[in-house]
T-cell receptor, first 115, second 109 residues
Framework: DADVTQTPRNRITKTGKRIMLECSQTKGHDRMYWYRQDPGLGLRLIYYSFDVKDINKGEISDGYSVSRQAQAKFSLSLESAIPNQTALYFC??????????????FGPGTRLLVL | GQSLEQPSEVTAVEGAIVQINCTYQTSGFYGLSWYQQHDGGAPTFLSYNGLDGLEETGRFSSFLSRSDSYGYLLLQELQMKDSASYFCAAYSSASKIIFGSGTRLSIRP
């Protein structure tokens, strides 16, 4: 079984709709992250959480919100989706005690299309 | 501001050696990582440099020079399966992590 899972894997929605992307991990890591990837722009950090009570904005948090329901679960919400939020979204985890500082383990990604 | 620069595309021949460079500008820098991503896949960790010098892991090596704000990924004995995008990522106390835009490596037989 995959250590980091994302649901759904693909999603098509309409402008103005609220949607939630979910991430679960079985690695036991405290740190979780949400990124979006656009062609030619690499990965950009949306939000990150270092433990259940810690939520931090990344470089592109506008239009997004997150919820850390448990150590293993980190959800990303688009309150009112717009077409320029069409992208590939990745969840990742990391643990500083892994022996290599800040190794990030990525989920398989969610491909989102906003019409 | 915070930024990383890496070439957008590199082409090499199977069996050869290729170097992918990365220059960074970030305050509170403390390390540089490299990730590999195949088309349709998720990024996977390759290496991390927290100190100046060369880190070797099999066919892949990574180098960091803090004084030059520069690092590179060296891939030896290239195989067709190494065709992928490679991202450098800088860790800093200010912005935590920033990824470069990625270098697409194409390998010819």
């Amino acid at each position: 079984d995959a250590d980091v899972t994302q649901t759904p894997r693909n999603r098509i929605t309409k402008t103005g709709k609220r949607i939630m992307l979910e991430c679960s991990q079985t690695k036991g890591h405290d740190r979780m992250y949400w990124y979006r990837q656009d062609p030619g722009l690499g990965l950009r950090l949306i939000y990150y959480s270092f433990d259940v009570k810690d939520i931090n904005k990344g470089e592109i948090s506008d239009g997004y919100s997150v919820s850390r329901q448990a150590q293993a679960k980190f959800s990303l919400s688009l309150e009112s989706a717009i077409p320029n939020q069409t992208a590939l979204y990745f969840c990742a985890t990391s643990d500083l005690t892994s022996g290599v500082q800040e190794t990030q383990y990525f989920g398989p990604g969610t491909r989102l299309l906003v019409l | 501001g915070q930024s990383l620069e890496q070439p957008s595309e590199v082409t090499a021949v199977e069996g050869a050696i290729v170097q992918i460079n990365c220059t960074y500008q970030t305050s509170g820098f403390y390390g540089l990582s490299w990730y590999q991503q195949h088309d349709g896949g998720a990024p996977t960790f390759l290496s991390y440099n927290g100190l100046d010098g060369l880190e070797e892991t099999g066919r892949f090596s990574s180098f960091l020079s803090r004084s030059d704000s520069y690092g590179y990924l060296l891939l030896q004995e290239l195989q067709m399966k190494d065709s992928a995008s490679y991202f450098c990522a800088a860790y800093s106390s200010a912005s935590k992590i920033i990824f470069g835009s990625g270098t697409r490596l194409s390998i010819r037989p």
